[in-house]
């Protein structure tokens, strides 16, 4: 696609490291389905387990899927995934899709819980993912970015929602 020049490289290269994200292709190590959780009521909560009360929202260690998924539930090559990586004792090593420059503060706990947003409201329409997406898909534009951000922060007039540069950066 492009004629390999190093300054190109190097560029490229900063971000990927920094964040894993926004240049590796999601290919994750089971096709999960929202929607069919979701529908069948497993609260976000049972897999990501600290969007209520921590700071990061977390994705899954294959426990999680050992809960429901030790006894064959649906037979797919799909879940005999989950029991293969039981047996192995080895984790499912999910990719993280969204996820902010170290340099921003960002608490899920704050918005969820203080804040009262849904999780719609920031990752778009969840419940009808069939197959993992690939790259962040929610109403955030492309990454998180800081437009949104300071967007919904002057839309609430929350006199605990700033919009200094020190609010968010540290
Ligand atoms: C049974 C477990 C389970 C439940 C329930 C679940 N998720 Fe997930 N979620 C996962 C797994 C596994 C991944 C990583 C693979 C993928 O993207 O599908 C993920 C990925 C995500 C991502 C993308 C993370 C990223 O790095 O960008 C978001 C956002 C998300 N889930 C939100 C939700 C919301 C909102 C709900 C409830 C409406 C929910 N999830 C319910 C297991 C779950
Ligand atoms: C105000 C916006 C906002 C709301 C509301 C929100 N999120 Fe997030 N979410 C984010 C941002 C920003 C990130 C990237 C965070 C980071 O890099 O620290 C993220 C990251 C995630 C991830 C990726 C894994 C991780 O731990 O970073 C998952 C999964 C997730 N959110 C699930 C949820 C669920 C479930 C809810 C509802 C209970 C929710 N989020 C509500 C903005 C939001
Ligand atoms: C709270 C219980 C529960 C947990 C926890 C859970 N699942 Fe499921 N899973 C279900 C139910 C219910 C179904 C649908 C069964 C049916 O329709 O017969 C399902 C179906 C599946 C399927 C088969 C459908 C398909 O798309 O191939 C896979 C794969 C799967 N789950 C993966 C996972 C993974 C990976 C995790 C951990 C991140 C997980 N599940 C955690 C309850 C759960
Ligand atoms: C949908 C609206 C909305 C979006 C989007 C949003 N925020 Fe907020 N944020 C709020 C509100 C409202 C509060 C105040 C919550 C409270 O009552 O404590 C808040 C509080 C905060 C706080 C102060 C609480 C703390 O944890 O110290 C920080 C920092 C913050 N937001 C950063 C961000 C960043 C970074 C992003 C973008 C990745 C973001 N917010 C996106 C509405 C939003
Ligand atoms: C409400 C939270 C918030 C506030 C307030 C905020 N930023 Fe940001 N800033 C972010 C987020 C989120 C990013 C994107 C991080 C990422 O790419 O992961 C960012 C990125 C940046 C970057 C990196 C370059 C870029 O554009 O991506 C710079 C520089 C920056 N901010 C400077 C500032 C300055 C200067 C101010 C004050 C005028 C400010 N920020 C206020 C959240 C905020």
Redesign the pocket.
Known sequence: MFAFRPGVFLIALVPAVLWPGCSRKADQPVAFNHKLHIYNGVACTVCHVGAETGLRAGLPGVETCRRCHEDLLYESDEEAKIRLAVELDRDLDWIPLTR?APF????HN??VT??K?NCV??HGDVASWSVPPRVPERNFHGR?GMA??IG??QE?H?R???SDCL??HH
């Open positions: 902010l921003v503060l960002f608490s704050r918005h203080l804040g947003f409201t920031c998180p949104d951000c919904c922060h609430s929350s605990y929602a700033g609010f968010c």
